[in-house]
């Protein structure tokens, strides 16, 4: 349904492209059969041209874009949503059904002021609005999805959210699809929201939606991090969300961040308390880099760094394949001793 529904207001969109750009793109102007304009983001300039006549369909649709300065290129639907600032497809779409309402547009009158302030796709500011719009992940699909993956602790997880219809776009030539998705707020140490991460289900939540890209991150994300829990003297960190989840089912005290990426993980930053870092390490080439990396780091900086390993690729599969009680005899023997005591107090 989302497919046709896109193609089809880019189709009417088409028929109007000239008026849209006037609306949407009021910094560009007209020359020939395009508009010029900076960028989609409606920036003065003339990078980018908008072909205002051709066919319904195909490359040379009327309302396909071409941003030469950078390589972009979409259709109608993409301007109003990165010059509006737009996350959620059903927002893209409302606005797109309000613009094609209007019977007669005023092409000299764009209303700027009544349209919302940009936030460039990708943006702190875009990462903060999908966060804003999505809700809590108690009862959601969220929450199946996480059970499907054998975590069912699920305290001191506020960031983590749940998104109905997150809007889901395959590539620049693809109609625009939404899946529920989980959504993660990326913080930095201060806990301001820097970005986010959005991992697409499948719509009963038994796994990741069946699409080519099903997570992708937005927004500041290096040195920043998904976190369970604030850091004091001690603190764990690793890749993936649900890794570090899987390793906070054994560990249920101690503090997490989920890095996202392994390439992120050895650029994290450290908070200025931090004496211990454990490094939950992925078991594979990408991840001994970061781990690498990582104690090079936090012994300069006077932290100790302690590797815990899984005993498979990493600690999900440890949790879903060998069980609960083979994660917590894992960490148990690789962490200073002191820490079982405080940090396993509820897993004992």
């Not at 990326?186 to 991992?199: N, P």
């Not at 499948?202 to 080519?212: E, F, L, R, Y």
Request: glycine fraction near 10%.
């Amino acid at each position: 349904m989302a497919r046709q529904d896109a193609s089809e207001l880019a189709i009417r969109l088409g028929r109007q492209a000239e008026a849209v750009c006037r609306h949407y793109l009021a910094a560009g102007h007209r020359e020939g059969r395009y508009w010029l304009v900076g960028d989609v983001r409606n920036t003065p300039g003339r990078s980018m041209f908008v072909r205002l006549k051709g066919g319904e369909t195909g490359k040379g649709a009327a309302g396909k874009w071409t941003d030469a300065a950078t390589g972009e290129h979409g259709d109608l639907l993409d301007v109003i949503r990165e010059s509006c600032g737009l996350i959620d497809f059903k927002d893209v779409a409302d606005e797109a059904r309000t613009f094609l309402s209007m019977p007669h547009p005023e092409p000299d009158h764009p209303h700027d002021g009544e349209r919302k302030s940009p936030a460039p796709s990708g943006s702190p500011e875009a990462a903060r609005r999908l966060f804003a719009m999505a809700q809590p992940i108690s009862g959601t699909l969220v929450k199946t999805y996480l059970r499907t993956r054998g975590i069912t602790d699920l305290h001191g997880t506020g960031s983590l959210r749940f998104h109905p219809r997150c809007y889901y776009r395959p590539d620049e030539h693809s109609p625009t699809e939404t899946w529920p998705a989980m959504i993660a707020s990326v913080t930095d140490l201060a806990g301001h929201q820097t970005g986010a991460h959005r991992t697409w289900l499948a719509p009963n939540g038994s796994g990741k939606a069946p699409i080519d890209t099903p997570r992708r991150a937005m927004g500041d994300l290096l040195g920043h991090a998904v976190r369970f829990g604030a850091a004091g003297d001690v603190m764990a960190a690793g890749e993936g969300i649900e890794t570090m989840l899987s390793l906070r089912m054994a560990l249920p005290n101690m503090p997490m961040a989920a890095a996202l990426s392994a390439a992120h993980l050895s650029a994290i930053l450290f908070p200025d308390t931090l004496r211990r870092l454990y490094i939950a390490r992925d078991n594979d080439p990408a991840g001994d880099g970061a781990m690498t990396t990582l104690i090079e780091r936090a012994n300069a900086a006077g932290i100790e760094a302690v590797v815990v390993s899984p005993n498979l690729g990493d600690f999900n599969e440890d949790l879903r394949l060998a069980g609960l009680d083979s994660v917590r005899a894992a960490a148990r023997v690789q962490i200073a001793p002191q820490d079982v005591a405080r940090f396993m107090a509820l897993a004992a």
